[in-house]
């Protein structure tokens, strides 16, 4: 019969473990990227992520059940979010400590990028002077709606898919630069090449919203700047919503 020292830490250790089981799919890893950047519905997320709608709900259940995020439903739609900010801090030390241990993660990032122009790193300091000095235009280029829950000062808010219709407002002795979600959004990235295949001088930050709070920089919502963090809704009563029974 195993003592109450080992009972305690076996029942500690088996919680721990449910976050560790929570984050063992790739997918659901990019659920938890995607809802960095603000809520979405599971239609959005499945969309995003090539999941079927089944297996997306599916997904976003297991994380819902480990408590890393919650969900609330309107009419036909269920709509998700992170639990709190702690989960997308989480997330984003657990991306570092990949990238730090993983040699494949740098080898696959740069066999990608391998070819591509305007992929070189830019400084974050120099960019916010120029920004400030109006010597670039900074482009945001994912999806509206993460845009308002979130971005750089000063950045315009492009989506991919309406960029081709600001190319005639662009100046070509301006240089450009587009960000997305982060290292690993292709965004920007996409943005960047129809950028320089229209002859203007474009280059990529490779750093997200979340890096940037990471470093203690401020950002906008909705035009203002704000501390607000992307991802979380502020709610009263969180213990409450911790035990809300999850939804189909």
Same mark, same amino acid.
């Given at each position: 019969?195993?003592?109450?020292? +080992?009972? &305690? ?8 473990? =449910? ?24 239609? $959005?997320?499945? +969309?995003?992520?090539?999941? $079927? ?6 997904? #976003?259940?297991? #994380? ?24 997308? %801090?989480?997330?984003?030390?657990? +991306? ?15 066999? &990608?990028?391998?070819? =591509? ?6 400084? =974050?300091?120099?960019?916010?002077? +120029? ?5 670039? $235009?900074? #482009?945001?280029? %994912? ?13 315009? !808010? ?41 002859? &203007? ?18 950002? !906008? ?6 501390? =607000? ?5 502020? $709610? ?13």
């Amino acid at each position: 019969m195993k003592s109450p020292n +080992r009972q &305690f830490k076996d029942a500690i250790y088996e919680q721990f473990s =449910r976050i560790g089981k929570a984050v063992s799919s790739p997918k659901r890893l990019e659920l938890l990227d995607l809802l960095c950047q603000g809520e979405k519905t599971v239609e $959005t997320l499945s +969309r995003e992520t090539g999941l $079927t709608l089944a297996n997306a709900s599916q997904h #976003l259940q297991v #994380l819902r059940a480990a408590r890393l995020v919650e969900a609330e439903k309107e009419g036909l739609y269920v709509t998700y979010r992170l639990a709190d900010q702690m989960v997308c %801090r989480f997330f984003r030390s657990m +991306r570092v400590l990949a990238e730090n241990r993983l040699a494949e993660v740098e080898l696959i990032n740069c066999r &990608f990028l391998e070819g =591509r122009e305007g992929m070189e790193p830019v400084d =974050r300091n120099d960019l916010l002077k +120029r920004v400030k000095d109006g010597a670039v $235009t900074v #482009l945001d280029v %994912r999806p509206v709606e993460e845009y308002r829950a979130g971005h750089i000062p000063g950045a315009l !808010s492009v989506p991919l898919g309406q960029l081709k219709d600001l190319f005639a407002k662009l100046s070509k002795d301006q240089e450009i630069v587009a960000y997305c979600r982060g290292p690993y959004c292709v965004l920007a990235v996409e943005a960047v090449e129809m950028l320089r295949k229209k002859g &203007f001088k474009a280059i990529r930050l490779e750093e997200g919203i979340q890096d940037w709070l990471a470093k203690g920089l401020s950002i !906008s919502v909705d035009g203002n700047g704000s501390d =607000r963090q992307p991802g979380v809704r502020r $709610t009263a009563g969180q213990l409450a919503s911790i035990l809300r029974p999850a939804f189909g």
